[in-house]
């Protein structure tokens, strides 16, 4: 620190000359610290500048070691607790806004960044900190001034070495009487843009124009809170361009706008965003957009009754939601959707459809508006006026590109709005498509974008990490809801460490049609969501919870959905992809917590989609494949997938415990027959084996059928009959009531009795069968082709006659054999002579020594056939074992082997293995002491000494690697690390350290708990 800062803080300076060792550079000499030193002497190494001193005496005179005074390229620290006023310091530490003054708390932070942007770019390659108080601090304008936007936008590549580190200690940054939402800019980006108009502002706002240049590290928690108010509350921060950041611990919350926005970064980690609150979306109700948050709702059927005068005649035909009315989803009542048929008062509407139940003071909402657009035109039509100025707002449109953009593949335009009257907006950017009635939002708690004045720029958000979010709307009033997060024009985003992306319920408070969506997707490739939580939201009879558009979709999602579906217009996914995308490949593996509603449907398709972009199933092993891999070509389906179709997309279905061989078509679920067909015209054809939900009802996929002549290729998997058409409701039977057959003359013939225990079908006054709850009971003998016709009679799925060979058993049980042959060539032997293997039969054997690669099995010596895995592969060395039975079905043209999952132990670990290839080793390591190296710092926290980890079992290809490190039983502070590695490979993870995440220098013992999947064969 120069004299003159000593001297700004009221300190005397004593001005001296101090002799220092020294090493010169050049002539191949190194940074860091000497090989010896006296005690207290003093050196200085003029490679890296670092100073070093030696401490203690060995009783020679010789230092018994060297400890640093000054690391090398230490930051100059800058603090901002010097340049703010004595009166707003004090309230700030007292955690006092409202007396604070916002106007001179505002200019001393702009003038402290100011001071720190002067001396960052006097030279590339330095490096500043800028520290915050923990403290409450009340703004009325942007953190930076214009001079500090118009210099980082000035920062060009020779920065590539320069460091910005933002140490923010938990400040809370406030919005108090903030001036304008939106403002005219005459810095940086807008200024090199040649924009005019007034776009909207940020609390933190940090906008470069260079690309892979430099990125902020963000260090310790920090606060941006809004308040509250949609005419004036700006956005909470921007971060555009910024390469190889960190963001850690940002809580945004209360700002009816965008929490956080990226545009145009890469290479970043934003770790436990904690964005609540944040956003805003008018609904149809008109006027400011919003329902009042005290009015209530009752029905009696399909009339509903406000508990305040709401309603106009303008609202007739428009949609509503009336919460908890709709049918129960396991845990709760969901919320039941219907055009309004009339507006009986003031305080009074009917219904055009009768909700589930009768509901008392419950919460109500109309949809989200939408909007229509014009080719060309950078006016836009919005479904319902809004009162409320939406000048000076980002909107995102989903579905109708951008005039300067000529790609069919990218579908949505983020613009800013600079004119707004009724129900007509006007953009800075214009729609390159005609389209009608599409998603539009003003505000969103993330919001990763290429914003439209950035057409020309090529870059994409890219491989960036987000690590244990939460994006809530749980507690946000009712005038600021809106969707969840927008993802465009972003490459390789991997949100991790259960994110949660949380939506508005429709329990709590009205307006939750703001919601409509969770998660907005355009040019998005290579998104992965493995293990979030998708809780509410989805409240449209127009789109649904996760909506992709443009033609660029590459995603990967998975978790649980929680309270879901919200209402029986419900749609997971809306799907609007052009027709002939580059790219259209959605995974889902979400595993939800609530049964399925009547009405409510896992996609619904937009008026440019295709069926079959969507793939959804319950599955671990589709959940921990990566997008890219290869298992979403289209000639490729997924593995033996199990469960409820239900539960694989579809809630409308009453299939359950199905196990189906192929591809479950999402595309189809809940649509029409009218669509399917109309999905043939347009080129669908069914895969083969397939199976398809269409109204309800299971169809599967069948090469060359003619079943159904408008959609070739698809016949029914039920049973229909001719002669009788019945409308749903069916039949209804009470006890003691019967359906009966009759002559003529009008003697009954047959019948079928029900009562409260059983059903029995009588034929010529003989019980022939009765179905009970404890079983099947038959009068009679069993004859025709449901029964064996001869004692070698092998066909599938006939009943066994007694006498006849138990070989007849082709499916199951598996029949044990005698085994023999070689470990990669077995011969069994049945018994009984066969000549001919039935497709569907199945062995079980105990091999004597396990394979050392591919295999055959010869059966009664019918011939040598391959034998592959569960997953159609070729045997994997030891996937047959000694110490269990192997389970051998015969598909017709391959031995498809079993294998149980195989458990195991050794001193590196446990291990699990299943039949599919999946691999978990886990282990659970003492790193040892947690300040071992470094210094404490941000720039050298403390750490173990690196330490490596040999899997249990070996994997096929380098697994993924994950863990935790920790001490039980410390404080907090003391027990925070995260663990890192440099690299991994088949057999070994290898230079893994737990870095503390404080500046506490109390030693502990530290304990990591290792995990790597992958694949084993």
């Given at each position: 620190m120069g004299a003159h800062h000593f001297r700004r803080l009221g300190m005397s300076v004593i001005e001296a000359t101090i002799r220092l060792k020294q090493r010169l550079a050049g002539g191949g000499a190194v940074g860091g610290a000497p090989a010896a030193l006296a005690t207290s002497e003093l050196f200085y190494n003029h490679v890296d500048h670092s100073v070093w001193v030696g401490r203690g005496d060995n009783g020679s005179g010789v230092a018994t070691s060297i400890e640093p005074l000054v690391r090398a390229a230490e930051p100059t620290v800058f603090r901002l607790v010097d340049y703010l006023h004595p009166a707003d310091l004090a309230l700030a530490y007292a955690g006092v806004t409202a007396?604070?003054?916002?106007?001179?708390?505002?200019?001393?932070?702009?003038?402290?960044?100011?001071?720190?942007?002067?001396?960052?770019?006097?030279?590339?390659?330095?490096?500043?900190?800028?520290?915050?108080?923990?403290?409450?601090?009340?703004?009325?304008?942007?953190?930076?001034?214009?001079?500090?936007?118009?210099?980082?936008?000035n920062l060009g590549p020779g920065y590539n070495d320069s460091l910005w580190i933002f140490d923010w200690n938990g400040v809370r940054w406030c919005a108090k009487s903030w001036i304008a939402r939106s403002s005219v800019r005459s810095s940086g980006l807008y200024a090199a843009r040649g924009i005019a108009y007034a776009v909207p502002q940020c609390m933190f706002r940090w906008e470069q124009n260079a690309l892979r240049t430099l990125g902020p590290i963000m260090h310790g928690r920090v606060f941006f809170e809004g308040e509250g108010n949609p005419a004036t509350d700006p956005i909470g921060m921007k971060i555009r361009a910024a390469n190889t950041f960190l963001i850690d611990a940002p809580f945004i919350r209360d700002l009816r706008n965008y929490g956080l926005i990226m545009e145009a970064s890469q290479n970043g980690t934003v770790v436990a965003p904690d964005v609540v609150n944040c956003g805003y979306q008018p609904t149809e109700f008109g006027g400011a957009g919003f329902l009042p948050s005290d009015v209530t709702f009752t029905n009696v059927g399909n009339v509903v009754t406000a508990s305040q005068p709401v309603f106009e005649s303008g609202h007739a035909g428009l949609g509503f939601f009336l919460g908890n009315a709709g049918p129960r989803s396991t845990q709760l009542y969901t919320a039941h959707y219907s055009a309004i048929a009339s507006v009986d008062g003031p305080s009074q509407i009917t219904l055009a459809t009768t909700p589930f139940r009768?509901?008392?003071?419950?919460?109500?909402?109309?949809?989200?508006?939408?909007?229509?657009?014009?080719?060309?035109?950078?006016?836009?039509?919005?479904?319902?006026?809004?009162?409320?100025?939406?000048?000076?707002?980002?909107?995102?449109?989903?579905?109708?590109?951008?005039?300067?953009?000529?790609?069919?593949?990218?579908?949505?335009?983020?613009?800013?709005?600079?004119?707004?009257?009724?129900?007509?907006?006007?953009?800075a950017h214009a729609p390159r498509l005609t389209r009608s009635n599409i998603p539009i939002t003003f505000g969103v708690p993330l919001a990763m974008v290429r914003a439209a004045e950035n057409y020309s720029v090529g870059a994409r958000n890219n491989d960036i990490t987000i690590v244990n979010a939460r994006l809530a709307h749980n507690t946000t009033p009712s005038d600021g809801i809106s969707p969840v997060a927008i993802i465009q024009h972003t490459s390789e985003v991997s949100f991790?460490?259960?994110?949660?992306?949380?939506?508005?319920?429709?329990?709590?408070?009205?307006?939750?049609?703001?919601?409509?969506?969770?998660?907005?997707?355009?040019?998005?490739?290579?998104?992965?969501?493995?293990?979030?939580?998708?809780?509410?939201?989805?409240?449209?009879?127009?789109?649904?919870?996760?909506?992709?558009?443009?033609?660029?979709?590459?995603?990967?999602?998975?978790?649980?959905?929680?309270?879901?579906?919200?209402?029986?217009?419900?749609?997971?996914?809306?799907?609007?992809?052009?027709?002939?995308?580059?790219?259209?490949?959605t995974k889902s593996g979400f595993v939800r917590t609530d049964g399925r509603v009547p009405g409510a449907v896992a996609v619904r398709l937009g008026p440019n989609a295709a069926p079959g972009r969507i793939v959804a199933a319950n599955s671990?092993?589709?959940?921990?494949?990566?997008?890219?891999?290869?298992?979403?070509?289209?000639?490729?389906?997924?593995?033996?997938?199990?469960?409820?179709?239900?539960?694989?997309?579809?809630?409308?279905?009453?299939?359950?415990?199905?196990?189906?061989?192929?591809?479950?078509?999402?595309?189809?679920?809940?649509?029409?027959?009218?669509?399917?067909?109309?999905?043939?015209?347009?080129?669908?054809?069914?895969?083969?084996?397939?199976?398809?939900?269409?109204?309800?009802?299971?169809?599967?996929?069948?090469?060359?059928?003619?079943?159904?002549p408008s959609t070739p290729g698809l016949v029914w998997r039920g049973y229909k009959?001719?002669?009788?058409?019945?409308?749903?409701?069916?039949?209804?039977?009470?006890?003691?009531?019967?359906?009966?057959?009759?002559?003529?003359?009008?003697?009954?013939?047959?019948?079928?009795?029900?009562n409260a225990t059983q059903i029995d079908a009588v034929v010529g006054g003989a019980n022939a069968l009765r179905v009970t709850s404890g079983g099947v009971q038959v009068t009679g003998l069993m004859t025709g082709t449901a029964v064996t016709q001869s004692t070698v009679d092998t066909t599938a799925n006939r009943l066994l006659r007694v006498g006849a060979s138990p070989l007849q058993l082709s499916a199951s049980p598996a029949l044990r054999v005698t085994v023999g042959g070689t470990a990669n060539a077995r011969t069994l032997t049945s018994g009984a002579g066969l000549t001919?293997?039935?497709?569907?039969?199945?062995?079980?054997?105990?091999?004597?020594?396990?394979?050392?690669?591919?295999?055959?099995?010869?059966?009664?010596?019918?011939?040598?056939?391959?034998?592959?895995?569960?997953?159609?592969?070729?045997?994997?060395?030891?996937?047959?074992?000694?110490?269990?039975?192997?389970?051998?079905?015969?598909?017709?043209?391959?031995?498809?082997?079993?294998?149980e999952i195989e458990t195991g132990s050794n001193a590196n670990g446990a291990y699990t293995r299943f039949a599919n290839g999946l691999q978990i080793c886990r282990q659970t390591i003492s790193a040892g002491s947690g300040i071992a190296v470094g210094y404490g710092t941000l720039a050298d926290p403390y750490a173990t000494v690196a330490f490596n980890w040999t899997f249990p079992a070996a994997f096929a290809a380098a697994p993924e690697f994950t863990g935790s490190a920790g001490f039980d039983g410390a404080t907090l502070n003391n027990r925070m690390f995260s663990l890192t590695h440099r690299a991994t490979s088949t057999t070994s993870a290898t230079g893994i350290n737990a870095v503390r995440l404080s500046s506490s220098s109390v030693d502990v013992s530290v304990t990591a708990r290792v995990t790597a999947v992958g694949n084993w064969y």
């Open positions: 007396t604070q003054d916002q106007t001179r708390v505002t200019q001393a932070v702009q003038t402290f960044h100011d001071a720190a942007m002067a001396y960052f770019t006097g030279a590339p390659g330095r490096r500043v900190q800028t520290v915050y108080p923990a403290a409450a601090l009340a703004l009325n304008g942007e953190m930076f001034s214009e001079a500090f936007a118009t210099a980082l936008w009768n509901v008392t003071d419950t919460t109500g909402s109309f949809e989200a508006v939408a909007a229509s657009t014009t080719a060309g035109s950078t006016t836009v039509i919005l479904s319902r006026s809004v009162s409320t100025s939406l000048v000076g707002r980002y909107a995102y449109l989903a579905g109708c590109g951008q005039t300067e953009i000529a790609d069919d593949n990218v579908g949505a335009l983020f613009a800013v709005v600079t004119a707004h009257s009724g129900n007509q907006i006007t953009l991790l460490g259960g994110s949660k992306f949380h939506g508005a319920s429709s329990r709590r408070k009205n307006n939750f049609g703001s919601g409509f969506a969770n998660i907005l997707m355009d040019g998005a490739t290579l998104v992965r969501g493995l293990e979030i939580s998708m809780t509410h939201g989805g409240f449209s009879s127009r789109f649904g919870n996760i909506i992709q558009t443009g033609g660029f979709i590459e995603s990967h999602l998975g978790g649980a959905q929680v309270i879901f579906p919200e209402s029986n217009v419900t749609a997971t996914f809306y799907d609007d992809t052009i027709a002939n995308p580059r790219a259209a490949r671990i092993d589709i959940a921990l494949r990566g997008v890219g891999d290869g298992a979403e070509d289209d000639d490729t389906p997924p593995d033996l997938l199990t469960g409820a179709l239900s539960q694989k997309g579809d809630f409308s279905t009453d299939l359950d415990d199905v196990l189906v061989r192929g591809d479950l078509f999402a595309g189809a679920y809940g649509s029409t027959l009218a669509q399917a067909a109309a999905a043939a015209t347009a080129g669908w054809v069914p895969r083969n084996n397939a199976v398809y939900v269409i109204e309800g009802l299971p169809y599967r996929g069948s090469t060359g059928a003619t079943d159904f009959t001719n002669a009788i058409t019945l409308a749903a409701p069916a039949i209804t039977l009470g006890s003691g009531q019967r359906i009966s057959w009759q002559t003529s003359g009008d003697v009954e013939q047959a019948y079928l009795l029900a001919s293997i039935p497709v569907g039969l199945q062995l079980r054997f105990r091999a004597p020594a396990v394979n050392t690669g591919a295999a055959t099995i010869n059966l009664d010596g019918l011939g040598a056939q391959p034998c592959v895995t569960v997953t159609g592969a070729a045997l994997p060395a030891g996937y047959i074992r000694t110490d269990r039975d192997t389970v051998a079905l015969w598909d017709g043209t391959n031995w498809v082997l079993g294998r």
